[in-house]
């Protein structure tokens, strides 16, 4: 599978992965402001809602939906970990939905909408959707064709930058009227993570994760507010932060430094983890003459993160759990 990391070309001018999609119930409970037309199952439930989109606009989803269109691919593992009503979902740079999550997406019916980078309208009316919803930044944005999406169905704007999977969640268990269902996935899995941290033995030191592509490349490291970086603190490593500094990329984002290849021989962590590799993958890194001084080379203790590891949603983030535990337990 290709991965693109996301491409600062199509960030919405204004927006930061710091914005928060947040809530409101429209109306109020009095029956002077009730609609009185509206069935009261409907009302009681909190819809219409309004939604506060990521680039500050807002979104009135009339009611529960029953039928999403995720236009996201980074965004649709989500949705499928609290058992939204996906119908369809756009995929990867290669046509195919993440390996992750493919076989339950499989198993749902979600119809497989186009590859990232590419969009047919039809496709969405097609599939009848009453909620679409639509990533604020990556390649598999669709922000350009947000007012043709908005003429189909309400639609959404989530920014997943700089975020985990549980706060995307949370938003979107808001937006789909599932908060319960969300809140009990999330719930859950931290349990799981807890779990984990008292089952292993974290090396002595500190730990990075790097996008590594070899000399004349650039080679992303995971910052401190990375997914990757967060979870593997929840396990109880800490995380050796990249110098932003290094950023060769217009903007600097909350979770990754991208770093010219020089920059990796000053790293100081005694523990490394290569980002979309397994442990035969990760051995280019140890390989490389230019990095056989970095510590955790030095120290063998170089790791894939895993071949799911670039978009951790729940899918992802257990099999990096579960591939810690494995190699690091007491």
């Known amino acids: 599978m290709v991965h693109d990391f996301p491409s600062p070309a199509r960030t919405l001018a204004g927006i930061t992965v710091a914005a928060v999609a947040v809530?409101?119930?429209?109306?109020?409970?009095?029956?002077?402001?009730?609609?009185?037309?509206?069935?009261?199952?409907?009302?009681?439930?909190?819809?219409p809602r309004t939604f506060t989109n990521a680039d500050g606009t807002t979104t009135e989803i009339p009611s529960k939906p029953e039928a999403i269109v995720s236009t996201s691919v980074s965004v649709t593992g989500t949705l499928l970990a609290f058992e939204a009503p996906v119908v369809a979902s756009g995929s990867g740079g290669t046509g195919e939905f993440f390996a992750q999550w493919a076989k339950v997406a499989d198993e749902r019916d979600v119809a497989n909408l186009w590859?990232?980078?590419?969009?047919?309208?039809?496709?969405?009316?097609?599939?009848?959707?009453?909620?679409?919803?639509?990533?604020?930044?990556?390649?598999?944005s669709l922000v350009d064709q947000i007012?043709?999406?908005?003429?189909?169905?309400p639609t959404i704007v989530v920014d997943y930058g700089g975020k985990t999977w549980q706060e995307l969640a949370v938003t979107l268990g808001q937006a789909t009227g599932l908060e319960a269902?969300?809140?009990?996935?999330?719930?859950?899995?931290?349990?799981?993570?807890?779990?984990?941290?008292?089952?292993?033995?974290?090396?002595?030191?500190?730990?990075?994760?790097?996008?590594?592509?070899?000399?004349?490349?650039?080679?992303?490291?995971?910052?401190?507010?990375?997914?990757q970086a967060r979870l593997l603190n929840d396990l109880g490593f800490t995380i050796e932060?990249?110098?932003?500094?290094?950023?060769?990329?217009?903007?600097?984002?909350?979770?990754?430094?991208?770093?010219?290849?020089?920059?990796?021989?000053?790293?100081t962590a005694e523990t490394t983890f290569i980002l979309s590799k397994d442990d035969a993958g990760a051995q280019a890194f140890t390989e490389d003459p230019v990095l056989a001084n970095v510590p955790?080379?030095?120290?063998?203790q170089v790791y894939g993160l895993g071949l799911n590891s670039f978009r951790v949603d729940r899918y992802s983030a257990t099999e990096i759990v579960d591939s810690v535990v494995a190699r690091f337990a007491k």
């Open 23 to 47: 809530l409101a119930t429209v109306g109020c409970s009095s029956t002077s402001d009730t609609d009185p037309t509206e069935p009261a199952a409907a009302q009681a439930a909190g819809w």
């Open 115 to 140: 590859p990232a980078g590419k969009v047919d309208l039809e496709a969405v009316y097609a599939h009848a959707p009453d909620l679409v919803v639509v990533s604020a930044t990556g390649a598999d």
């Open 147 to 153: 007012d043709e999406l908005r003429a189909i169905a």
């Open 181 to 227: 269902e969300a809140e009990q996935t999330v719930t859950a899995f931290d349990d799981y993570v807890q779990e984990a941290a008292s089952k292993i033995q974290v090396p002595d030191g500190s730990a990075n994760v790097i996008s590594f592509n070899g000399a004349g490349e650039s080679n992303p490291i995971a910052r401190r507010g990375s997914a």
């Open 241 to 267: 932060d990249p110098n932003p500094e290094w950023n060769t990329r217009s903007q600097l984002r909350e979770d990754f430094v991208w770093t010219a290849y020089e920059n990796l021989t000053t790293l």
């Open 296 to 300: 955790s080379v030095e120290q063998g």
